[in-house]
């Protein structure tokens, strides 16, 4: 079966800490219980959760949604976007199957980023790590007016913006998000197809800002 890998990037920097916090483990966990509901995402998906803040973890390995556990984070630090940038393109190496002349591998991997910060580390660097892997989709949300979106644009051009970092637009960024990987995952099984575009994926709701 070919995995749809779906990483997630989240800042856990002090600036997260309270309610942004809070509303992001709830996000995830509404997340994995509409996407359960789904018959291709449960099928399809996989997902990755990694933080990064002082350094970057990956917090949970890709995981089948079945058996996906969400662990407690927690806010301090500062904002290693660039060590989480590398770190996902390590664990895209290690997680993700190749396609082959032999064998079909597993679908380009989704990334989505969310940040309510500015890069603390040298991210040009982990950005050049992660620009040499072959993925199919990402998304960069910059959370709050604390975030800067023209560093996001240089990771994609596919960055959204969330005018406060408060419990209601992160839980509408995480909705959006869901909608986004049960779009993707009925795509590559019905028709064999990757998501190339934001214009394929479910319209964003008006909390989120789509920055041109």
Do not use: H
Not at 189 to 194: F, I, Y
Request: charged share 20%; glycine share 6%.
């Amino acid at each position: 079966m070919r995995k749809l890998p779906v990483y997630l990037l989240l800042d856990t920097s002090g600036s997260m800490s309270g309610e942004p916090i809070e509303a992001v483990k709830n996000g995830v966990q509404v997340m994995i219980s509409s996407l359960r509901q789904n018959p291709q995402a449960i099928e399809t998906a996989f997902l990755s959760v990694i933080t990064f803040n002082s350094s970057a973890t990956q917090l949970i390995p890709l995981t089948d949604l079945a058996s996906f556990q969400m662990l407690d984070i927690k806010a301090s630090g500062t904002t290693s976007l660039g060590e989480a940038l590398s770190l996902v393109a390590r664990c895209i190496d290690n997680e993700v199957q190749q396609t082959t002349t032999e064998k079909k591998g597993d679908w380009k991997p989704l990334v989505f980023i969310m940040t309510d910060g500015v890069p603390t580390d040298n991210w040009q660097n982990g950005l050049a790590e992660f620009k040499r892997r072959k993925i199919a989709y990402t998304v960069a949300c910059a959370a709050g007016s604390g975030a800067d979106t023209s560093v996001l644009k240089q990771i994609t051009d596919n960055v959204v913006s969330l005018d406060t970092a408060d419990g209601n637009s992160i839980a509408k960024f995480f909705a959006w998000v869901t909608a986004s990987i049960g779009v993707s995952s009925t795509k590559v099984e019905d028709s064999g197809k990757e998501v190339t575009g934001i214009n394929e994926l479910p319209p964003p709701p008006s909390e989120l800002n789509i920055v041109v």
